[in-house]
């Protein structure tokens, strides 16, 4: 059985990786860091997190993602930490080093997609999402085995060599908490649960951390969960559940894209169900669809087909039509697949 000293170590080809990346961070230099659009906990910890350890390492570092900063993770800011997405693509001007984190896809940075294509300088990637035909950038170190790309971060600094102090460790804190729902995840690893206690010994209090990131949401986001959930629909015989959401929902509560962490849980929980969707119709002719597995069922096969990706267990995709077309296409996807899958 692994020690815990065992389960800290960094793995090898890991290791080797965040070296590569590390080489290209030098004192002196401006690093832009993106991630994501709509940013998550994993998205916007990992940044706080790597900004500190960088500036700890005398680079200048400022965030550029490609949507606003969420409003619940606000707290994860301090003074020290220079978030300039208002600014756009403007603010990647000056940049010696751009650093993406939690993507494997150049399109999930939105609109700074052409701009980041464009970059002239070297482009890193630190993630844990399984790997996509075009990378955000020229030197990647990923790791799907890693439960967050928060896991990594904290692994980066032990290349680094910065020690992992409590404003370090609060946001690698969320990112990990956020990624894995929770520590319930199939991605919960002993060591994701190793690295938690190191940063709990490091001063983060997790009871803060909860109050913060999941009883500090506005009243719309329980007004927005009644609308999805009025509409779940269900099919125990291949254990298939979903929900639905119309153009202008976000509009109608008073919500932000944030607001919608955590709804596709929800048909996920049903007894039985093996794959969960979650259909949100954004108005444009588009439909953006999350999905959910357990078991056996490899859900970034399934999104694949609808041109997105992610996880086995968590993917998303972006859907051309509007939902009463796009939906029963899906539907119809799903139950063809699962049929192929024997039930556990
Ligand atoms: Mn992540």
Redesign the pocket.
């Known amino acids: 059985m692994p020690t815990l000293h065992d389960l800290l170590a960094i793995p090898p080809a890991r290791r080797d990786a965040l070296a590569a990346v590390a080489r290209h961070l030098e004192p002196g230099h401006t690093v832009v860091l993106s991630t994501h659009i709509n940013a ?1 906990g ?2 916007c910890g990992s940044e706080v997190a790597v900004a500190r350890i960088l500036q700890a390492r005398g680079l200048h570092v400022r965030i550029v993602n490609p949507t606003p900063w969420p409003q619940g993770f606000r707290f994860l800011l301090g003074p020290d930490i220079q978030e300039c997405s208002e600014e756009g693509h403007k603010a990647l001007k000056g940049a010696d080093r751009l650093l993406v984190l ?1 993507i494997s896809d150049v399109g999930r940075l939105g609109a700074l997609a052409d701009d980041v294509r464009k970059l002239k300088v070297p482009r890193l990637v630190i993630d ?2 399984v790997a996509h035909d075009e990378p955000a950038g020229d030197v990647t170190a990923s790791d799907t085995a890693a439960c ?2 928060g896991e990594m971060i904290r692994d980066l600094a032990h290349v680094m060599g910065v020690p992992i102090s409590a404003d370090i460790a609060v946001p690698l804190y969320v ?1 990990m908490l956020t ?1 894995t729902g929770g520590f319930r995840f199939s991605n919960t690893s002993p060591r994701c649960h190793a690295i938690a206690a190191e940063l709990l010994a490091a001063g983060v209090e997790p009871e803060a951390i909860y109050r913060s990131v999941y009883q500090s949401v506005p009243v719309g986001r329980l007004h927005l969960m009644r609308e999805a959930l009025a509409s779940i629909e269900h099919d125990p015989s291949v254990g298939l559940a979903w929900i639905s959401l119309e153009p202008g929902a976000l509009e109608r509560h008073h919500v932000s894209p944030e607001d919608l962490d955590g709804l596709a849980e929800y048909p996920r929980s049903i007894a039985g169900t093996r794959l969960a969707l979650f259909f949100r119709d954004l108005g444009h002719d588009r439909v953006k669809v999350s999905f959910r597995s357990t078991g056996r069922v490899d859900v970034n096969v399934l999104a694949r087909q609808f041109g997105g990706g992610g996880h086995a267990k968590a993917a998303g995709a972006l859907i051309p039509g509007v939902l009463s077309a796009v939906r029963p296409q899906v539907i119809a996807a799903a139950r063809a697949y699962l049929l192929t899958i024997p039930q556990d």
């Open positions: 998550d994993d998205g939690d844990h999402h967050a790309t990112a990624d």
